[in-house]
């Protein structure tokens, strides 16, 4: 028989459902893994690139809250599979399918409650998968060192500085990988064996045999005192009872030769700010130009980005910025800034370590700086942000690090007065 390559025998279950009420008002009106990210992307596509990228073609995504905006791109953008090649992207909002409970009751209780399509899938090996962070990764080694390791459970682990690691679940392993312990935010996290200042956080990826994963959920399912989730009942329940081994990301990380380790949770309005303005360095921690393992996404149909003006404090110019198709800077100052899809400009207004969202018009005179703007806002002529944080927080959001966030709801309420 042929050898193949596990991830043809695998599936991804990506967890699409959370709030991410740390971004506050960008998740209003959608759910995490569909904000934008990175001029013309959402998140969940890292993701999904990652499994297509690794030869995986079967997908499942699970989604909850607020899934119009991410059900939509997934419709537009990853329509591409074919079921008579057994490729598949099913879409599995919460519904009533069991019982009398709609919403899942966690993360392990989203695959229970559709054992019956995984089962359809006819696969050996399941890759659970938070649809909420921005990272590239071969799904394919760490597949190899599960089945050569006969683990129970794989957890995918980040390499972190120990006095970082207590806002992650961490864990202890031994010489060999073997998970030993897991541990919720620890307030002191525990070394690896190999260097004492270093932790191993949990990235919330998990391998698993369907057949395995598919019996332990089923016990989970009636345990009364269970809160049906993986990192708080399932994972802990395998270190003590079962096999559980360490991947450390290090070893399947996509990146460029001399690039760091990359793997963000852009959770927050900073992180996601700060995220941003990275990609507008020389040379970025994450390399959105990598043709070998590009970040598929739904691609709009729009026209090149366009400068115009050239005339003293009238010139249509970006520097050391990103700016997507579709948007025209028309006599406007861009600099570190990254503006997504169809962004319009106007004469006079400057743009600094700005991170602007699809479909936003500047007026003219406008003065923003370490800003976020959620997509389809109008700033008005002559506004100015970044300058007093005073007064901008008695309008917008401003973090405890100077970044402002800017959504039409606030503009519309400071024109009323």
């Not at 904000?35 to 690139?49: E, H, M, Y």
Request: net charge negative; proline share 5%.
């Amino acid at each position: 028989m042929p050898t193949t390559r596990l991830t043809q025998r695998s599936m991804v279950f990506v967890l699409a459902g959370g709030r991410g009420s740390r971004l506050k008002e960008l998740t209003d009106r959608r759910v995490k893994p569909a904000v934008p990210f990175g001029g013309k992307t959402r998140i969940i596509d890292f993701a999904l690139s990652n499994a297509l990228n690794s030869g995986i073609r079967r997908m499942a995504i699970a989604t909850q809250y607020k899934a119009h905006s991410l059900i939509r791109h997934l419709q537009r953008g990853w329509t591409f599979f074919r079921a008579e090649r057994n490729e598949f992207l099913d879409i599995l909002p919460a519904s009533q399918r069991t019982g009398t409970e709609s919403w899942y009751k966690g993360t392990a209780d989203a695959v229970t409650q559709n054992i019956d399509i995984v089962d359809s899938y006819h696969v050996d090996y399941v890759i659970i998968l938070a649809g909420d962070h921005i990272y590239k990764m071969d799904y394919e080694i760490m597949l190899r060192e599960h089945v050569e390791s006969g683990a129970d459970v794989t957890v995918g682990c980040l390499t972190v500085p120990r006095e970082e690691a207590t806002a992650f679940g961490v864990m202890a392993t031994d010489k060999s990988g073997q998970i030993t312990s897991f541990l919720e935010k620890p307030a002191d996290p525990p070394g690896t064996p190999d260097d004492p200042t270093k932790a191993l956080a949990s990235m919330g990826i998990y391998v698993f045999n369907w057949k395995f994963l598919r019996d332990l959920l089923a016990k989970d399912a009636e345990d009364p005192n269970s809160s049906h989730d993986f990192g708080n009942d399932l994972i802990p329940d395998i270190v003590k009872n079962g096999k559980a081994m360490a991947h450390r990301f290090d070893n399947s990380c996509v990146r460029t030769e001399g690039s760091p380790v990359y793997w963000k949770d852009v959770g927050t309005v900073d992180a996601f700010w700060e995220s941003h303005i990275d990609l507008t360095n020389f040379t970025p921690d994450l390399n959105l130009w990598d043709r070998s393992w590009p970040v598929w996404t739904y691609s709009e149909s729009v026209p090149p980005a366009k400068f115009i003006h050239d005339e003293r404090d009238r010139r249509g110019m970006a520097i050391s910025s990103m700016v997507s198709g579709g948007c025209i800077i028309s006599g406007t100052e861009v600099r570190n800034s990254c503006l997504f899809t169809n962004v319009h400009t106007n004469s006079y207004a400057v743009l600094d370590h700005a991170v602007v969202l699809p479909n936003v018009v500047v007026s003219r005179s406008a003065r923003l700086r370490q800003v976020v703007i959620d997509s389809g806002v109008i700033i008005p002529e002559g506004l100015v942000v970044g300058e007093d944080p005073t007064e901008d927080a008695k309008w917008f959001r401003v973090t405890d690090r100077g970044t402002t966030l800017i959504t039409q709801t606030m503009l519309d309420k400071k024109a009323e007065g």
